[in-house]
């Protein structure tokens, strides 16, 4: 049986235990509810943590983007996307990375619960954009992977940024971690359809080999656009600066 079907099984278990202890302890609907809902507060506790470290920092990047309209004269981000991992996903991945099924473990050994994509218009903005985010004191780096200037193999490109923000509660600070990625339209474009691409069932393998060259010449050409686009933007401002001199 497929861990998958396992953990299906055993979630099925679980519920027929829980109705049969229901039953043996003669608590009426209204009791098991409550017992339901006490054991579930940590749980929904963990998701809201995540969505708040998520408004964090989507607040920190809408306050880059608007100081940065008035010193630049334009908005560096496009759009920003944000994401909390549901359940499913999150436990797919407990199972396949074998991690301890208790939500400190998850806390402690899964990074991309809470995601937050920065979709900007240069790849300049990119890195001044993440500069000025882990400046700020009370935000910590805990990795940074650089898929612009290294690309992956598949031609995918992004900045990937894991940070700690801290959130408030009622009774206490807590630190949550976010996954941040940082891109370009052109980025963003080729990632969301290599997505769609690459989870399409019925192709062959020969037909998957030369569509994963495609999509990498695609990624370059891509990239291309990126640098030339750049270079128009850094030609017009170095005219504008000539001029107001």
Known sequence: MEKNEQFIDSAG???KELVKFSQDMNMNE????DMLEESLAPVDQFFANYNCAIME??????????QFSLKYDGNPIESIHSRVKDYDSIIRKVIRKNIPRDLDSIEENINDIAGVRVVCSFV????RLADCLLQQDDITLIRRKDYIKNPKPT???SLHLI????IFLENERKEVKVEVQLRTIAMDFWASLEHKLRYKKNISKEMVENLSHELVDC?????SLDSRM????NLILKESRGVEK
């Open 230 to 233: 750049q270079n128009v933007r």
């Open 155 to 157: 031609g995918y490109r």
């Open 57 to 66: 920092v989507e607040t920190k990047f809408k306050v880059l983007n608007e």
């Open 13 to 15: 278990r679980v519920a």
């Open 219 to 223: 990624a370059n050409i891509s990239a």
């Open 30 to 33: 209204e009791m098991f509810l």
């Open 124 to 127: 300049d903005d990119i890195y």
């Open 163 to 166: 940070v700690s923000v801290p």
